[in-house]
């Protein structure tokens, strides 16, 4: 005598694959991917006066040797970050809610406030030093301080949410827009003349990337509805 848990008639393999795709359309359900990347644009479009009204560039009076440093990041960036991790969660949670499901992204918010302090404390740290200790640094260090940058902290970010939601396609987004922000691109663009500004094409680059992306994932969820 067995026990047969199978309803009569039914495929263990068909039950099997119905479960996986529920679960996976549930995934799906889930995601405000282009909320997250408009409120990220926002955040990187709006700290550009930030940046360039607290930005200091002293060249003294021979004018060889220039001391810059982006003062904004640290007055504007992290609260901004915090506030954008903080609206992207709630977003989620409402999403999942009404949907009557449940949201995964608090690993995702813990993550941005992690970085975000993570790359406030680096940036204070190399503020207190590099003034009174000046150095040239090799390409790589460059790269790893455009990584713990807060434009490099958002990919970062955005990794893990992609491992969350599951999302291939947000995972090679961004893997895009870590290769801009990393290298960086700035498609042949540049302020001619103005140092004081040298810093916008790749800040508007970026921005414009994440705008892009929120576009696309919007445009990709109305068409699945």
Do not use: K
Request: hydrophobic share 55%; proline share 5%; with cysteine.
């Amino acid at each position: 005598m067995t026990t047969d848990s199978v309803p009569a008639g039914g495929d263990p393999r068909r039950l099997l694959s119905e479960a996986r795709g529920l679960a996976r359309r549930v995934r799906v359900d889930q995601r405000v991917t282009w909320f997250a990347l408009l409120v990220l644009a926002a955040v990187t479009f709006v700290g550009i006066p930030f940046d360039w009204h607290f930005l200091v560039l002293d060249c003294g009076g021979g004018g060889t040797m220039c001391q810059f440093s982006r003062q904004g990041v640290l007055y504007y960036w992290p609260p901004a970050l915090l506030l954008a991790y903080a609206a992207i969660a709630v977003c989620y949670v409402r999403v999942a809610r009404a949907r009557g499901l449940g949201a995964r992204v608090l690993p995702y918010a813990l993550a941005g406030v992690a970085l975000t302090v993570l790359f406030t404390a680096a940036w204070v740290a190399a503020r207190l030093y590099f003034p009174t200790h000046p150095q040239h640094f090799p390409d790589w260090v460059l790269v790893l301080d455009r990584l713990i940058a807060p434009w490099g902290t958002i990919g970062v970010a955005l990794l893990v949410l992609a491992r969350l939601e599951r999302n291939v396609g947000l995972l090679a987004f961004t893997l895009g827009y870590l290769a801009v922000v990393l290298v960086p691109i700035d498609f042949g663009w540049h302020w001619q003349g103005q140092n004081s500004t040298m810093f916008l094409p790749q800040q508007f680059i970026n921005g414009t990337v994440l705008l892009l992306g929120a576009i696309g994932f919007a445009l990709a969820g109305r068409r699945r509805r």
